[in-house]
């Protein structure tokens, strides 16, 4: 008897390792999967989105990496945007090699993405839509110029821990709009646990610049290192 099936026969498995309370980010992997690829998380506790909270999650990525690993993932994304800057690049080198370490594979960090696809886009002035206190929007400030970016506007909602991820689609997109400036070539909207992928493309089309966020740099970092390039419509020219 022959069994009827819409899963491929061959799958290419991708790890991920997110922060505990984020409920958007495998969502929106199963929007943009295509067919042949499999997406599967392991969780570190975050319990506020605070330089003290974020640097004990990271306290976990060794042992989720070791978790993960059984999988056997072709690639492993830490999808943590706070998370992977909060320490400059030093703690995001540290994080890659620590995760690559226990997985022997390649890792895509959410912050080394956004480095490399304004880069890929060649865009150099940015503004920065987030949901965090202004101590992480600092950070990422910091983060963001120390890799040569002008950081044309910021602006945050104040958020932390869980309230992140209840922000609907429609208050991010007025957030991005009040963020624009002039002068900006794009505006990034950061965060994993943001629901900002699904706005992205439409917001594109209306201010006329790319809006990159921090589950697309992720997807298209992970796409890179697996040597395809989907063509989605609707999150954004990055991954069109």
């Known amino acids: 008897m022959k069994i009827a099936s819409a899963r491929p026969d061959s799958v290419r498995r991708v790890g991920l390792i997110v922060p505990s ?16 690829l499999t997406f599967h998380a392991t969780r570190v506790m975050l319990r506020e ?12 990525v060794a042992a989720a990496a070791e978790l993960i ?23 995001l080198a540290r994080q890659i090699e620590t995760i690559g370490r226990a997985t022997g594979c390649p890792v895509v960090a959410t912050s080394r993405a956004i480095i490399e696809a304004c880069s890929a ?21 910091r983060f963001l110029a120390s890799h040569g970016f002008d950081v044309t506007a910021v602006r945050g909602l104040g958020l932390s821990g869980k309230a992140i991820r209840e922000v609907p689609p429609a208050e991010v997109a007025a957030l991005v709009r009040a963020t624009d400036t002039p002068d900006s070539e794009a505006i990034f909207v950061s965060c994993t646990d943001f629901r900002a992928l699904e706005v992205a493309g439409a917001l594109e089309a209306e201010l006329g610049k ?9 997807f298209w970092g992970i796409f890179r290192a697996l040597g395809i390039a989907p063509k989605l419509q609707g999150y954004g020219r990055l991954l069109a």
């Open 21 to 36: 309370v984020n409920a958007v980010i495998e969502p929106d992997c199963a929007t943009v999967a295509p067919p042949g």
């Open 49 to 60: 989105t605070t330089p003290e909270g974020l640097r004990a999650m990271n306290e976990g």
């Open 69 to 91: 690993a059984s999988v056997s993932p072709e690639v492993v994304a830490f999808a943590c945007t706070s998370g992977s800057f909060i320490d400059g690049e030093a703690g």
């Open 121 to 141: 886009l060649g865009l150099r002035r940015i503004a920065l839509a987030t949901p965090y206190l202004d101590v992480i929007n600092e950070a990422e400030s």
């Open 210 to 218: 790319p809006v990159l966020t921090s589950n697309q740099v992720t």
